[in-house]
């Protein structure tokens, strides 16, 4: 199984990027897919998450209403649409896949509940 985050980058206060996490090796549309990040000298942090179908999704109270989490499950793929970027978004961003069928938001906001994890990939925002 293999999770491959990419899309990072340096970008502007006010500005935009798209992470991807490509997968392989699982079949994708029975896992719950969820985004993470961890900013310099900060804990590990829940960002959002999506259903294995795609319907049901949460967020960090921090990126509501700016992030946007999405999935096409004939890619194997998550996206993370960040706008409004703010520099208390620089962090390395990580994906990390959960086998369920079975949608919680609570669950899936728990780092502990992922069976599989990508590297990461960093989003630095300038201000």
């Known amino acids: 199984v293999q999770l491959q985050a990419s899309g990072g980058g340096l970008v502007q206060a006010g500005g935009s990027l798209t992470l991807s996490c490509a997968t392989s090796?699982?079949?994708?549309?029975?896992?719950?897919v969820g985004w993470f990040r961890q900013g310099p000298g900060k804990e590990h942090e829940f960002v959002a998450a999506i259903s294995s179908s795609g319907i049901g999704t949460s967020y960090a109270d921090s990126v509501k209403g700016r992030f946007t989490i999405s999935r096409d499950n004939a890619k194997n793929t998550v996206y993370l649409q960040m706008n409004s970027v703010k520099p208390e978004d620089t962090a390395v961003y990580y994906c990390g896949a959960r086998r369920s069928t079975y949608y919680s938001a609570s669950a899936s906001q728990q780092r502990t509940n992922y069976d599989y994890w990508g590297q990461g990939t960093l989003v630095t925002v300038s201000s």
């Open positions: 090796g699982l079949t994708f549309s029975r896992y719950i």
